[in-house]
């Protein structure tokens, strides 16, 4: 059980996006994985299980058809690193209710840089 008392309450990253983009899902804390390792250094803990998940954010340009996703693997590990991947919207390679071709990335992206990240992702949103 977690103690919620004394939790951080990092802010939100603001996600950059620019026209025809919108966030869909946004957990992507402005927690660094060295401040998290600062918080405790025990690998179950929950500093790792709340802020650094597989399913941290994602947006999409439907007008493009192309969406972003963003996650931590290993889910919650703390020698994981951030993931990025844009996809293309494909119904013929998705699966049913994902439609989008991710055996394909157009963009595959790898770092356990809180700030790298989000320059990849506005020069991504910026360059579509």
């Known amino acids: ?5 004394n939790l951080p309450n990092p802010p939100l990253a603001s996600i950059p996006i620019g026209p025809g983009w919108k966030v869909g899902r946004n957990r992507l804390f402005l927690i660094t994985p060295q401040e998290a390792l600062q918080l405790s250094d ?4 929950w500093v790792w ?5 597989d399913d941290v954010g994602w947006i999409e340009n439907v ?3 192309l969406r972003l ?9 703390p020698c994981g690193h951030y993931n990025l991947q844009l996809v293309r919207y494909d119904p ?10 991710w055996q394909s990335p157009l963009v595959d992206f790898d770092t356990c840089s809180l700030n790298d990240l989000l320059e ?5 949103v910026a360059g579509v």
């Open 49 to 53: 299980q709340i802020f650094f998940d």
């Open 1 to 5: 059980m977690y103690d919620m008392k």
């Open 92 to 101: 013929l390679k998705g699966s049913k209710g994902y439609p989008f071709d």
């Open 42 to 45: 025990d690998k179950e803990s």
């Open 69 to 77: 996703e963003i996650g931590w693997y290993p889910t919650c590990d």
């Open 63 to 65: 007008e493009k058809g």
């Open 120 to 124: 990849k992702i506005h020069s991504i």
